[in-house]
């Protein structure tokens, strides 16, 4: 075998193989069909919940997150889990925010996420993610710096500080390292509804149903300071995880 025989083999054996055919319409479907479909439905909840606020729609603790969303010169963190993303743009339009940047996965299903935000006005999303692992990075630096940018343009920062492939309910490091560099308030959020549908993902998330009532809870801001060290991020992490943990169990135990 020549030297440029074995180039080319080592060439083919390197080229990345194309994904089947079915697995191409499946992803083409999801990237088309699913985003107007979900935003459709997002927009019905959102619709009926804000239309109806008084019967349908409880906010509890909400004072200081409300002023702040709608004012052009505080910008605040809001974390709230995974499987409650969808419920974020149903009380960020009541409280009338003017605008947010929504971190999201690399995904796959984070690419359908971004293409179903792109239908609220508003909203935007940042492609990035986290991990537990020591030494990787799923763009999660570059992710944070265009966050830190798109606060000090004046739009909202909402975090799912155990996504995107969990374990469900446990915060990773991203969200205080943000707090970190901008000082801007974390605002944890426990969120829920009267019925909804349960997807079979490892977060099981909910999607809500229109006429569905409605309870979110504020928790009290987490101030992360700029000299923090890295045993004091490990405590704010673990504070912003406990709070999280306590206002989803009151959500979702209010209507029990």
């Not at 830190?148 to 991203?174: A, M, N």
Request: net charge positive; aromatic share 10%.
């Amino acid at each position: 075998m020549t030297q440029n025989d074995g180039d080319r083999e080592v060439k083919k054996a390197a080229r990345p193989k194309k994904p089947r055919l079915g697995k191409r319409i499946n992803r083409w479907l999801a990237l088309n069909l699913v985003p107007p479909i979900m935003s459709k439905w997002m927009w019905w909840f959102n619709y009926t919940a804000c239309k109806d606020n008084q019967k349908l729609l409880v906010l509890m603790n909400y004072d200081e997150i409300l002023r702040r969303v709608s004012s052009q010169q505080d910008p605040s963190i809001i974390a709230l889990w995974h499987n409650r993303l969808i419920f974020g743009p149903t009380a960020y339009s009541y409280c009338k925010g003017r605008g947010a940047a929504v971190m999201v996965s690399r995904s796959f299903d984070g690419e359908v996420i971004a293409a179903t935000l792109k239908y609220f006005p508003g909203f935007s999303a940042v492609r990035g993610g986290s991990t537990s692992k020591p030494g990787q990075d799923k763009g999660g630096q570059e992710a944070l710096a265009e966050m830190i940018e798109l606060g000090k343009q004046g739009l909202d920062l909402v975090i799912t500080p155990d996504g995107p492939q969990g374990p469900v309910y446990q915060v990773k490091r991203g969200i205080v390292d943000l707090a970190k560099a901008t000082g801007y308030p974390i605002f944890p959020a426990g969120c829920n509804c009267s019925r909804y549908f349960q997807a079979k993902s490892w977060d099981k998330t909910r999607v809500p149903v229109p006429y569905a009532h409605f309870i979110y809870k504020v928790g009290d801001p987490i101030l992360v300071p700029a000299d923090a060290n890295e045993d004091l991020l490990e405590k704010k992490r673990q504070e912003v995880e406990r709070s999280l943990i306590e206002l989803t169990e009151f959500a979702d135990h209010y209507y029990d």
